[in-house]
């Protein structure tokens, strides 16, 4: 795992696949996402602080893998939007992706994740709702990689916590692997009119500085 000070208060932790973000307040840390089955320890190491709450901006594997551990061991509130609480918790089975021609190959290389143990839930979160860190985080509902992803935006420090609604892979890109690629542009476009400085990613190097115009450039490129 590599630690990244992405702006102050905001640390990315990388992993082998995908990535999470640890966000400090004075009153604790809130995580974003927690990387894939195994990741616990690593995140543990770098703990510096009570961990008040993990967000899970999706289902996903590699977001949601740790969360069970994580949670039970520190006893951290679990955040999730409501369409995606029943697959987090193991109560049902989520929506595969339906790819585009040139994701065949993408995804046909790689290595298959480990599937997250179920995880407990404790606050389902709607668009709109203001979660308690970054001087108030609002929820933005961002359907199209899956029904319930969400990006969080924090309007004070102007940063965005994408998920995989986009990436940052080489270019800021509309993200891949979606269930439906037309919400998914127009979650992207969303996004895209927000004001922000930095905003991190599920995959792809974190933007500290001008992370509005590559938002607005991904969205016309995922446009057309």
């Known amino acids: 795992?590599?630690?990244?000070?992405?702006?102050?208060?905001?640390?990315?932790?990388?992993?082998?696949?995908?990535?999470?973000?640890?966000w400090r307040d004075d009153e604790g840390l809130t995580l974003i996402d927690t990387g894939t089955l195994g990741c616990a320890a690593k995140i543990e190491e770098v703990l510096d602080g009570v961990l008040r709450r993990i967000v899970l901006t999706h289902w996903h594997e590699d977001h949601t893998g740790s969360a069970a551990e994580l949670a039970a061991r520190h006893g951290a509130e679990v955040v999730a939007h409501r369409l995606e609480a029943p697959?987090?918790?193991g109560e049902a089975a989520g929506a595969p992706p339906v790819l585009e021609e040139f994701e065949v190959p993408i995804r046909a290389a790689l290595p298959p994740l480990p599937p997250a143990?179920?995880?407990?839930?404790?606050?389902?979160?709607?668009?709109?709702?203001?979660?308690?860190?970054?001087?108030?985080?609002?929820?933005v509902?961002?359907?199209?990689?899956?029904?319930?992803?969400?990006?969080?935006?924090?309007?004070?420090?102007?940063?965005?916590?994408a998920g995989d609604?986009?990436?940052?892979v080489g270019q800021t890109m509309l993200g891949v692997f979606n269930t439906d690629r037309a919400r998914a542009v127009k979650s992207l476009h969303r996004l895209a009119q927000l004001e922000v400085?930095?905003?991190v990613f599920g995959?792809?190097?974190?933007?500290?500085?001008g992370a509005t115009a590559a938002l607005q450039t991904a969205a016309t490129a995922a446009a057309v």
């Not at 606050?123 to 001087?135: A, C």
């Not at 990006?151 to 004070?156: D, I, M, N, Q, S």
């Not at 609604?165 to 940052?168: F, L, P, T």
């Open 1 to 22: 795992m590599n630690v990244i000070e992405v702006v102050p208060r905001l640390r990315m932790l990388r992993f082998p696949v995908g990535a999470a973000y640890l």
């Open 87 to 89: 697959v987090i918790q």
């Open 117 to 139: 143990p179920p995880c407990r839930v404790d606050h389902e979160v709607e668009d709109g709702d203001v979660l308690e860190f970054g001087g108030g985080a609002v929820v």
């Open 141 to 161: 509902a961002v359907p199209g990689h899956t029904d319930g992803s969400i990006a969080l935006h924090l309007p004070g420090p102007r940063v965005l916590f």
């Open 165 to 168: 609604a986009v990436a940052n």
């Open 197 to 199: 400085d930095t905003a």
């Open 203 to 209: 995959h792809g190097d974190p933007i500290s500085h």
